[in-house]
Structures are given as C-alpha cells and as structure tokens.
C-alpha cells in the first residue's frame, strides 16, 4: 500500500478515535477538538499525519449544506418582524468581530488575517477550514472558536440566568409580546432528497470554488441548498454527516500541526482573554439594546447574542424556560449572515491594507 494512503488511514483512524472519546466526554465540539489532537500527537510525535488539501473543499461544501438545510419557509414569514433585531445583533457582532481582531492583532504575534477570523462568530468546524483557505493559522483559529463555543454552551447561559434570578422581574418585561409558536420543521428526510442536496451543494461548491471569492465554494453551496430548501423543500442533512464534517475538519487541521504551533499557544492568553471579554460585553450591552427597542424580555435577548450554536440554544433556551421561537430564527441567521459575509468583509480589509 501507498504510504500515502496509509497515513491518510492512520489520521483518519486516531482522529475518530480520539475525537469520539472526547465527545463521550460532553466536551463542546468534542469530535472536532479530538480529531485535532488526535491528528496533531500523530503529527508530532511520528511525522505520521496527512490530509490531502482536497479536503478543505469538501467540509466547506458539507457545512455549507448543513447551514443552508437549517432555515425553514415558517422562519421566512418571520423575517419582516424581526429584521431590525437582526440588523443589531449582526452590526454588534460585525463591530466586535473588527474591534476584537485588531486588538488581538495589535497584542499578540498573530497575523491579522488570523487576528479577525479568530473572533468570526461562525461554527467551530467551519470556520478554521475557512480561516486556512483564506490564508490564516487554521489551527489558532480553531482554538479561539473551541473556546467561544465553551462560552456559549456552558458559561454564558449560567451567568444569565444567574442575573436574571437576581434581577427583579419588572413590569415591562412581564408586558413584552413573545412569540411561541412552533417552527414548522421540514419533514422530508428521504435518501433522496439527501442525495439531491449534496450534488447540488457540490455542483454550485465547485463553481464556487473557481470564481476566486474568498470561501466560495462555502458560500455557494449555502446560497443553492437555501434556494433548494425554501423554494422546493427538498433538502436534508443527517447529523451523523456533520460529525463526519468535524472530523474531517479536525482530522486536517490536526495534521498541519507541528511542535512550534504548540509552543506558540502561551501567545494566545491574551488573545484569548480579550475573546472571552468582548462576547461577554455583547452579551450584555447588545442585550440590552434588543430588549429595550425589540420587545425581548432581557433574558431572551441575551440569549440571542450568546455565541453558541442554534441547535445547542434550542436545548438551552428551553432548558432556561424560554419559549420564543425568535431566539432561534436569529440564531440561524446569524450563522448563515456571519458566514456568508464576514469573510468576504474580512477579505475586503485585508485588501484594504495589502494583506
């Protein structure tokens, strides 16, 4: 055999490996922080690892299927009410996305590429595959993402309901409309629509890919598998080909990491700790602003600026008692905004100033 494809095996191999231990272990994104390491000890330690560059293509085609599958026609006949929340949530995160990146750039040995991607609000999986075909430190990136990810999924809900315990239900929140209904979901989850999906997400992924747009090929297959969704319900993606996703993406990243990445993670503390502050200030200003000019109670309108995933605040909204349905349209808005447009923006600035 090849050797080639034997250590292609092999990365696969420990990848999964690792990666499912980890997610046993309910670590947030566990499957693609155990491919990574998986993938990177192999790296490291045996010179072992490898990825064809291919695959970069095939998870930004596969997660923009996913993202594209996520919107529903119900969530479209709510798009005229809440596109003025949408406006602030997505100026905020733009402003603290381009604030937060040059400071990072400005206190840290990290590029500005890498700088600004790191603070994308986009999916942990995604978003370092991006990163790295647009030039930066995919691996950095995919740390900053891991740890935004923990914030949203197991500190922020904490430290709002935390608040919202010790603050004094007023009479103005009691009074605020919400909206209760249900989404509609899709019920088409045949093989073929399956099948459909992905050669459409493939074909417009492809063409994407040669018109030189920064992510295109990502881009592209969000835009064609939403136009399949909404205008002839027949798109599906099972979540077992997300989690294939996540460790391919790991799997890749993994196996560009050597011993000097890992040595130079002590530079990320800073970065890092200007992350974790700039969300947290979001959360709270940004909430605040959505809930006294968008009807939220507070509650909900921090919810809306956590920088989790829309499935995991479908589980921690209703795990808090939180019952409108906005909170999970804007979430995936959000996802299909923030990663259909920052990079392009990102991209714009790096020309800007000849990055």
């Given at each position: 055999m090849n050797m080639t494809y034997l250590y292609l095996l092999l990365t696969l191999l420990i990848g999964t490996l690792v990666g499912l231990v980890i997610n046993r272990l309910k670590v947030p994104g566990g499957l693609l922080v155990g491919a990574i390491v998986g993938a990177a000890l192999l790296n490291i330690f045996f010179s072992a690892a490898y990825m064809p560059n291919q695959t970069k293509l095939l998870v930004q085609i596969i997660a923009g299927a996913f993202i594209g599958c996520s919107m529903e026609k119900s969530d479209v006949k709510r798009l005229p009410k809440i596109i003025k929340p949408t406006m602030i949530m997505i100026s905020a995160l733009l402003i603290l996305n381009l604030t937060a990146g040059v400071l990072i750039h400005l206190s840290s040995p990290l590029d500005l590429v890498t700088s600004f991607m790191s603070v994308v609000p986009g999916g942990i999986s995604d978003t370092p595959i991006i990163a790295d075909v647009m030039g930066a430190d995919g691996p950095k990136v995919a740390v900053m993402q891991i740890v935004r990810q923990v914030l949203g999924i197991g500190v922020f809900p904490l430290l709002i309901r935390t608040y919202d315990d010790r603050r004094k239900k007023s009479e103005e929140d009691s009074s605020k409309e919400t909206y209760k209904e249900k989404r509609h979901k899709s019920k088409t989850k045949s093989w073929q629509a399956l099948i459909s999906t992905l050669v459409v997400a493939a074909i417009f992924g492809l063409i994407g890919n040669k018109t030189g747009i920064p992510a295109g090929a990502f881009v592209f297959s969000i835009a064609s598998v939403l136009i399949l969704k909404l205008l002839f319900d027949f798109a599906y993606m099972p979540k077992w080909l997300k989690k294939f996703a996540q460790i391919l993406s790991g799997c890749y990243l993994g196996s560009t990491i050597i011993m000097s990445d890992v040595l130079d993670l002590r530079y990320l503390l800073i970065p890092l700790f200007i992350i974790i502050i700039g969300y947290m200030a979001n959360c709270f200003i940004t909430g605040i602003i959505l809930s006294k000019t968008c009807g939220f109670t507070r509650k909900e309108a921090m919810l809306i600026?956590?920088?989790?995933?829309?499935?995991?605040?479908?589980?921690?909204?209703?795990?808090?008692?939180?019952?409108?349905?906005?909170?999970?349209?804007?979430?995936?808005?959000?996802?299909?905004?923030?990663?259909?447009?920052?990079?392009?923006?990102?991209?714009?600035?790096?020309?800007?100033?000849?990055?």
């Open positions: 600026t956590t920088p989790a995933g829309a499935s995991d605040m479908a589980l921690i909204s209703s795990d808090m008692g939180v019952e409108n349905t906005d909170v999970i349209i804007l979430q995936i808005l959000r996802a299909v905004i923030v990663m259909t447009f920052f990079p392009q923006i990102i991209n714009f600035i790096m020309y800007l100033f000849g990055g």
